[in-house]
């Protein structure tokens, strides 16, 4: 989600916006601020900031990134890499970050390098510990094709490459002046860490006065016992809101038990034998401390929820993590606990979802792990995903489409985690059912290479016939028909085809019916598609999945008529999906509808009804984050707008068109059709504006965001 605050022009970027000061480190910031600034001499490519858990490696990098906007005018990008656990995935994450919804097959990398051709932009790839040969290999790539492009790098080691300049993050000191310059008072005359300390003990209710010199001495001896450790800080003060500060100075000298004390598994790679990092065993142990000082109850439900790659709520934790000690009932006020606590964190940007530091995460793992209980849990939380999934597909043909789609987004991690793990079962019915509802609600949310991988694993194996092979046949089919790969869109028809005659599911026969009428119809081939999608029989349209792909097979026909400039027949087709859609209170096949009448109407010179129906398709692929379906919706609204007289606008909105192409890495789905139609209205507007004027307004569109973009395409001017 864009910051708000962004000077850039198009207010590009993903940064989150920060939730609390930020403290100190201003000889950081300032060596930050010069390595990456280009107007202050011959900036780093490639900067890493390394250092220990906890030590606030993310913050310095998300503050220096917000403080460079005005050096990049495409943007600052965050690819947050701590949710991936399969090597090969970092530039598909950085693809993600860019917001670059490609649809082919082409390699990730050279999509991304295409994309970001001629442009200055900022990426900042956080937590990399554990993929360092990924994030190298991705970066360099990068780098060296790229000239306009520069990376900032968070993780406990440097990636390793030529050109690299590292920051090696030390933590907060304790004593001295405090480098920030805030308003701490003369808590500041102290070192940062204590400064750190005091702000959030007035968080947590225990503010520290000026004036108590022993409550200062108090502070200053906690920090020195957490080596000022950031995060070791932040849990110790969120302790005060139930201890006072002698208490909490006195826990932190006990003793703790030894399990606290073991190091991750992060730390036995990175350490020498028989060698343990001291400052990252202080925070382990800080852990070790805020754990003990836990509830039962509390530390139970700390490391089930390690189990989540990404973000929760409060429901899905009831469902994955309740059980034994743990009743339903209780969870709710567990979690505010925990949350009071500084263990579990709001999410920044979406309110009532949780998460976890990565250094808090891997400890839970740790206690999970040596309860027995990490089997368990895991598959609860494979099978809470599998039945999410099922019930997104059997809802999605519903008023709750747009609901199941913001659903999908948020817990986009944790879908990729549960079918990593369903995928490593030997039940391989289970995995390609679960892959199979997976797949497609991941087609129709954006997320097309991962549907197509997920799927591709899922249907090796060949799998026993059934549902849920066949669709995750269907959905391979209308994932290859999106990606422009129309040979292998005919090859999974065929294969879906007799997976549901074998089925002898009617509905799935005809949803197969879709996967050929389309391929047929993107290749040019109108007239055999007509005959194909025309022989489907329309049954009842159901709720789930298949009955989406129903209406998609009526839109496929629609399309091919329209195409084939048959446009009265094209738009009877296509009213006849809207109606259906309405009905069912859906908005993907809907919004396409709209597109297709609107086309009609532009052909049969209704020009105010084709306006209105351009701009009501972007609204509703807005909805859905349907960038496919926006820019097509685009290409048709300048077309209008031009015959309109209002020449300069149809630019912009070519320009915003090119931008949406841009980021499904196929221009007009390579149709030939579309294609055409999109350069008559470019050299249509040319001729009114003439070649300098068209370019003005061409470049003013382009420069526009994504939000921007559809927000100036679906406004009327003048209150039309």
């Not at 976890?356 to 368990?376: K, N, S």
Request: charge should be negative; include cysteine; hydrophobic fraction near 45%.
């Amino acid at each position: 989600m864009p910051n708000t605050t962004h000077p850039n022009p198009g207010n590009l970027g993903n940064l989150p916006p920060e939730t609390h000061s930020f403290v100190g480190r201003r000889t950081e910031l300032a060596r930050l601020r010069a390595a990456l600034d280009p107007g202050a001499g011959p900036a780093a490519r490639l900067v890493s900031v390394v250092g220990v858990g906890g030590v606030g490696k993310t913050r310095l990098a998300l503050r220096a990134a917000a403080e460079a906007r005005d050096a990049y005018p495409d943007g600052v990008w965050l690819a947050e890499l701590s949710p991936l656990h399969t090597a090969g995935l970092v530039d598909l994450a950085v693809m993600e970050a860019l917001r670059l919804a490609d649809q082919s097959t082409r390699p990730v990398t050279d999509v991304i390098i295409e994309w970001a051709h001629g442009r200055r932009l900022l990426l900042v790839l956080d937590s990399c510990e554990h993929l360092l040969a990924d994030c190298a290999k991705v970066a360099a790539a990068l780098l060296s094709r790229v000239p306009g492009l520069r990376i900032l790098v968070t993780g406990r080691e440097r990636l390793a490459l030529p050109g690299e300049e590292v920051l090696h993050l030390e933590p907060l000191p304790v004593d001295g002046h405090a480098g920030d310059g805030s308003d701490a008072g003369d808590l500041g005359a102290a070192g940062d860490a204590v400064a750190l300390f005091a702000e959030r003990a007035a968080a947590a209710g225990r503010p520290l006065s000026d004036d108590d010199m022993a409550g200062r001495a108090l502070a200053a001896a906690v920090c020195r016992r957490l080596d000022g450790i950031p995060l070791a800080l932040e849990l110790a003060a969120a302790r005060l809101a139930d201890l006072t500060l002698d208490q909490l100075h006195a826990r932190l000298g006990e003793r703790l038990p030894s399990l606290p004390d073991l190091p991750s598994p992060l730390d036995l790679l990175a350490s020498a034998p028989g060698e343990r990092p001291p400052r990252h065993q202080t925070l382990r142990t800080a852990i070790g401390w805020s754990h003990e000082l836990c509830a039962p109850l509390e530390r139970l439900l700390w490391a089930r929820l390690s189990v989540f790659t990404g973000g929760f709520c409060a429901e899905t934790v009831q469902q994955v993590c309740a059980g034994g000690p743990l009743a339903p009932e209780r969870i709710a006020g567990l979690l505010a606990r925990l949350v009071a606590q500084s263990i579990v964190l709001p999410d920044p940007v979406i309110s009532a979802r949780y998460r976890m530091l990565d250094t808090v995460r891997e400890y839970g793992t740790d206690w999970l792990y040596a309860l027995g209980e990490e089997r368990a849990v895991r598959r609860r939380h494979r099978e809470h995903y599998a039945r999410l999934a099922h019930q997104g597909c059997a809802e999605w043909n519903t008023g709750r489409q747009v609901a199941w789609c913001e659903r999908v987004l948020s817990e986009h991690a944790d879908f990729r985690a549960a079918v990593e793990s369903a995928l490593a079962e030997p039940d391989r019915a289970a995995a390609v059912e679960m892959a199979g509802h997976v797949g497609f609600l991941w087609r129709h949310c954006g997320y097309l290479r991962e549907a197509q991988a997920c799927l591709d694993e899922a249907l090796a194996a060949d799998p026993p016939p059934g549902h849920g092979r066949t669709l995750a046949l269907w959905s391979r089919g209308a994932v290859a028909i999106l990606q422009g790969d129309q040979e292998a869109a005919a090859n999974w028809a065929v294969r879906c085809a007799d997976a549901a005659r074998e089925q002898g599911s009617p509905v799935a026969m005809v949803a197969a019916v879709y996967v050929r009428g389309g391929q047929l119809a993107l290749t040019g081939r109108l007239a055999e598609a007509i005959d194909v999608l025309a022989a489907a029989p329309q049954l009842p349209i159901q709720d789930d999945a298949f009955g989406a792909a129903q209406l998609q097979v009526r839109l496929a026909l629609s399309l091919a008529h329209v195409l084939r400039g048959e446009y009265e027949r094209g738009r009877e087709v296509a009213g006849e999906v809207r109606t259906a859609g309405r009905k069912q209170g859906e908005y993907w096949c809907g919004a396409f509808a709209d597109y297709l009448i609107a086309q009609a109407d532009l052909a049969h010179g209704d020009i105010p009804a084709a306006v209105n129906g351009a701009r009501t398709s972007i609204a509703g692929h807005a909805l859905l984050h349907n960038t496919v379906g926006a820019a097509m919706s685009l290409d048709l609204l300048a077309a209008a707008i031009v015959t309109t007289g209002d020449a300069d606008r149809a630019a912009r909105l070519l320009g915003i068109g090119t931008r949406l192409w841009e980021l499904t890495g196929r221009a007009q789905m390579d149709s030939p059709d579309l294609i055409a139609t999109r350069r008559t209205c470019e050299l249509r507007v040319r001729e009114h504006l003439g070649d300098d004027a068209y370019e003005t307004g061409y470049r003013a569109g382009l420069a526009m965001s994504y939000d921007e973009g559809i927000a100036y395409a679906t406004s009327r001017p003048g209150g039309r």
